[in-house]
């Protein structure tokens, strides 16, 4: 009996341990639409890219020579991916009961359309997009960014 009651204490403890490390990785948002090579890598795994798929801080969002793909994320910010794209959110914070803001997200390569949500209304100064060569500062406004090799 004690054996028993140790193995299921064990694996309590065990699957609270690997929810509370899946919990510490943020979702963002999702993934809306793809068309054509739309992939998500995470954490060094490739994943195809589908309708629905959650979208977590850190993930690098690629498209291949003729992939698209559209994201919304969890404030309404809307982002497009052209062709050929190599996106990441850097950082993601959206807790507005706390007043606590920030979206920060690098395009490394590609075309992307940007259209702001909540983040840039309630705080502008928190919402940045770098590129390889500029950093650009968004103040509620749709821009279309694109970054060559």
Not at 24 to 44: H, M, N, P
Not at 46 to 67: F, H, Q, Y
Not at 70 to 99: A, H, K, M, Q, R
Not at 106 to 133: C, D, N, W
Request: proline share 3%; glycine share 10%.
């Amino acid at each position: 009996m004690n054996r028993l009651a140790f193995i299921t204490i064990a694996s309590f403890v065990l699957f609270g341990w690997f929810t509370l490390c899946d919990a510490q990785v943020q979702l963002v948002g999702i993934v809306k639409v793809t068309q054509g090579d739309a992939f998500i890598v995470r954490q060094d795994n490739v994943l195809k890219a589908e309708t629905n798929m959650p979208i977590k801080a850190g993930d690098r969002l690629r498209t291949g020579g003729s992939g698209k793909m559209g994201l919304v994320f969890e404030d309404d910010t809307v982002v497009s991916l052209g062709p050929g794209s190599e996106f990441v959110v850097e950082d993601f914070l959206f807790e507005p009961l706390d007043n606590k803001f920030s979206f920060v997200a690098r395009l490394y390569r590609g075309i992307m359309s940007f259209i702001s949500g909540q983040i840039a209304k309630l705080a502008k100064e928190t919402v940045r997009i770098e590129t390889p060569h500029a950093t650009v500062g968004l103040r509620g406004t749709h821009i279309l960014v694109k970054v060559e090799d």
